[in-house]
């Protein structure tokens, strides 16, 4: 797990230290859709794999 970590912050400091000044804007821009849809990504595995389904049916049966 913190291999991918590891690598995903190199990765983006590669993006970054290679990207001109004028490219900086794109840069940010491209690191922060990659980082949404990774979070997307996990999400939708959540809920497909019932633990997001299964923590609000829970949460509404204490109510």
């Known amino acids: 797990m913190f291999g991918n970590i590891i690598k995903s912050f190199s990765f ?36 497909i794999t019932g633990y997001i389904p299964n923590l609000i049916y829970e949460s509404f049966q204490n109510t």
Do not use: C, M, P, Q
Not at 16 to 39: P, Q, R
């Open 12 to 47: 983006t400091k590669t993006i970054l230290v290679n990207a001109k000044n004028e490219d900086k804007g794109f840069a940010y821009f491209f690191i922060l859709a990659f980082s949404f849809l990774a979070t997307l990504r996990r999400l939708v595995l959540l809920h």
